[in-house]
Nanobody
């Protein structure tokens, strides 16, 4: 069955870095765009980044542009989110999700369980 498992979250000081991983199984990763989303307490879930499978094009929310980098390794069945210059407002549960198709912008059909990122001194 389709599974997405996030890892790499944790507690980091402001200005620090974390790299999240999304391990995929049960489907061919190379056929799907994958997104990262986050949800902070009391807030709606928001899209953070997405990477297509067709040409590797990427999307970033304005709030993370220039600080986060998404990448994928289809051979390793993994999508990464490198997060630098972290701010307290980046604190949230981060989810990876599979999109219905090769390009970003489609609906999501499968989600991981999430990994907590806490940015605090």
């Amino acid at each position: 069955q389709v599974q997405l498992v996030e890892s790499g979250g944790g507690l980091v000081q402001p200005g620090g870095s974390l790299r999240l991983s999304c391990a995929a199984s049960g489907f061919t990763l190379g056929y799907y765009a994958i997104g990262w989303l986050r949800q902070a307490p009391g807030k709606e879930r928001e899209g953070v980044s997405c990477i297509s499978s067709s040409d590797g094009s990427t999307y970033y929310a304005d709030s993370v542009k220039g600080r986060f980098t998404i990448s994928r390794d289809n051979a390793k069945m993994t999508v990464y989110l490198q997060m630098n210059s972290l701010k307290p407002e980046d604190t949230a549960v981060y989810y990876c999700a599979r999109q219905l198709g090769t390009h970003c912008g489609a609906e999501y059909d499968y989600w991981g369980q999430g990994t907590q990122v806490t940015v605090s001194s």
